[in-house]
């Protein structure tokens, strides 16, 4: 059969298709990485090139200038180390609350597992909204502290469930004798069940990463201290709200070039993400799969 | 993401229990209670975070004073809902979310479809998946990023695009703070950071073509685009309606992360939308009481697109919610 088609003569057909789809994908991708590019370039590129008008997108001239200003911008490292500490946090808990809600969850002979279910799925249609929610994470006093933007989202009720298939997919008879032989559901759920759902749980832990990683807004309307600011708050701060850091109004610069200084910051809150990026990047679509087959 | 709601569909509907009279269940319970254990914070989690809120909502029809709280503060009944409707500032809000909803729907939901059946002709297996890399990368950014890159792309001075404006002898565009521009701009940005990654979900439902399908054609002459349009199409058919039914159902939500790091003052009479405008309310103003109705309105809105979209999944499809 594979010979046969081998063997085939391309047609006008084919060669049409084939010139539209490949056309389409290189225009496609150099239109998702040219905007990256131009960052790229003007953050590296000295004063008089990126005041002057003209689109580059290989540098003309190389000018370190704004990533020195930026890494000398103390709270951009406050913020680094702030959503350090929030993504590790953030793993910890929501890994910790998801596979505490899937396991039980994945057993058909749960108790009134229907309405638990439903307890939990309930809140992916209802909520109360922004203010409630504020002021119900004001009220049990986590304002201001990191634990805000860890706690309130423990649960992604999605993600939860997405899990929760992985572990019903898995076979019975290995839990069951070990159930025989004494061993109880924690025993089960950390030896048996946790060492065999790794792929599940890495693609997960992805996912809770790149959002602690990007998430902001919980952090700009939980965090009042400058000195608890995450990565993202001090990139807007430096990108939309015009101020420039103070680090290099103090250095007297006037010549400071905001645009290469943003361009230089963005640069800084991306480099990690594209550095783990193109290895990491089939385990981010494995979760999705497994969710959208199941339909 | 769409396929949230599919997820939720499908547990709705699952598994019902048989009847357990209570002297038998407490026994069950007592049997599964290291179930229980386990859910215990869960359960607990999902109180505080979740359900404590919704009960939060009273306070749309006080007038809310933190000081006070919930029991103290003063009942208005619908006043916040009066105000909401005759008021200057939330019917043009409501406007701005569904026009850039219904552009968004109109124009982003066919994108991945497109871009999916496209990659489905990709022979070339680095290609493609260097083609998919490429495009899911936008989704992995922030809206803080993104947003600082869309506004550096469409600079004056040296974005590409007004590059070649002024390549052809016009003045260059300020497109970020140009009315005319500000939703378009909304709608392609949303459009470059998803589309790749919203074609995941189409391409899982063509890996269970079965691939005899194909070889069939093949024996019956078919060309490249009769395959796609009888064999491929037809596969993701099912998909893509379940898909689109949610989209609708999820029109009058809009996407907060985009629009607000991309608003500005120039552009808030055709930008600003329901969550823009209750953050605004809310959390700057500090009117707690109409920032809440808002959301309400939004809630009920919401909840009726739910009901509607359930109704036409279940005329149309397997998946309804109850």
């Given amino acids: ?295 | 993401m769409e396929s949230n709601a599919l997820i939720a569909a499908r547990e709705m509907k699952e598994h019902v229990q048989p009847q357990v009279n209570k002297e038998r269940a407490i026994k069950l319970y007592w049997k599964q209670k290291y179930f229980f254990f386990m859910l215990i914070p869960v359960i607990a989690y999902y109180l505080i975070f979740h359900y404590a809120p919704l009960y939060g909502i009273v306070i749309a029809f006080q007038n809310y004073y933190p000081l006070k709280g919930v029991s103290g503060s003063e009942w208005v009944g619908l006043e916040h809902f009066k105000e909401l409707f005759t008021g200057l500032y939330f019917l043009p809000v409501l406007k701005n979310t569904l026009i850039i909803s219904t552009y968004k729907l109109i124009f982003g939901f066919p994108a991945p479809i497109i871009l999916c059946l496209i990659l489905n002709e990709v022979r070339l297996v680095f290609f493609k998946k260097a083609v998919q890399t490429i495009t899911y990368l936008p989704h992995f950014i922030s809206w803080v990023i993104l947003g600082g890159i869309v506004i550096e792309f469409l600079s004056p001075t040296r974005g590409l695009i007004n590059a070649i404006i002024m390549e052809f002898g016009h003045k260059p565009i300020l497109f970020v703070t140009d009315e005319a521009y500000f939703r378009s701009i909304l709608v392609l940005s949303s459009i470059w950071k998803e589309v790749g990654w919203s074609t995941i979900i189409y391409l899982a439902a063509i890996t269970s073509v079965d691939p005899e399908l194909y070889d069939a054609a093949d024996m019956d002459g078919a060309g490249r685009l009769r395959k796609i349009w009888s064999i491929t199409m037809p596969s993701i058919m099912p998909v893509v309606t379940i898909m689109f039914i949610f989209a609708v159902g999820g029109i009058i939500n809009d996407d907060f992360d985009q629009i607000y790091n991309l608003l500005n003052a120039s552009v808030l009479s055709v930008g600003d939308v329901i969550s823009t405008y209750t953050y605004q309310i809310g959390l700057v103003k500090g009117d707690y009481s109409f920032a809440t109705t808002v959301g309400l309105f939004k809630n009920i809105i919401a909840f009726i697109l739910i009901l509607l979209t359930n109704y036409v999944a279940k005329k149309t499809n397997d998946y309804s919610l109850w």
Avoid at chain 1, 3 to 21: A, G, L, M, S, Y
Avoid at chain 1, 59 to 81: M, S
Avoid at chain 1, 177 to 187: H, L, M, P, T
Avoid at chain 1, 232 to 260: C, H, W
């Fill in chain 1, 1 to 295: 059969m594979t010979d046969q088609r081998k063997k085939k003569k391309r047609t006008f057909e084919d060669i049409f298709v084939d010139t539209i789809v490949y056309t389409t994908l290189i225009l496609l991708s150099v239109l998702t990485i040219i905007p990256f590019m131009q960052v790229v370039t003007v953050s590296m590129s000295p004063t008089e090139v990126v005041s002057s008008y003209g689109f580059h997108l290989i540098p003309l001239k190389f000018d370190w200038d704004g990533y020195r200003k930026i890494l000398a911008y103390q709270q951009i490292w406050i913020g680094y180390q702030n959503t350090i500490i929030r993504v590790i946090l953030g793993i910890l808990v929501s890994m910790t609350f998801m596979i505490l809600a899937a396991y039980p969850l994945s057993k058909k002979n749960l108790v009134h597992r229907k309405f638990w279910t439903i307890f939990m799925v309930f809140t992916m249609f209802f909520s109360g909204g922004l203010i409630p929610t504020y002021l119900i994470v004001k009220g049990v006093g986590l304002y201001n502290s990191v634990w805000a933007l860890v706690l309130p989202v423990a649960i992604n009720t999605f993600t939860m469930l997405i899990i929760r298939n992985y572990f019903m997919s898995l076979p019975e008879e290995i839990q069951e004798s070990a159930r025989i032989d004494g061993a109880n559901e924690f025993i089960i759920l950390t030896r048996i069940i946790l060492p065999i759902s790794i792929p599940i749980l890495a693609t997960v832990g992805l996912w809770t990463m790149v959002y602690h990683w990007n998430e902001w807004f919980n952090a700009m309307i939980y965090l009042k201290d400058s000195k608890k600011a995450v990565l993202q708050l001090v990139l807007r701060k430096i990108m939309f709200e015009g101020s420039e850091p103070q680090a290099v109004e103090a250095a007297n610069t006037i010549y400071a070039n905001t645009d290469t200084m943003k361009m230089a910051a963005l640069m800084v809150s991306l480099i990690p993400l594209l550095v783990v990026y193109p290895f990491l990047q089939k385990y981010f679509v494995k979760g999705v799969m497994i969710g959208s087959l199941k339909g």
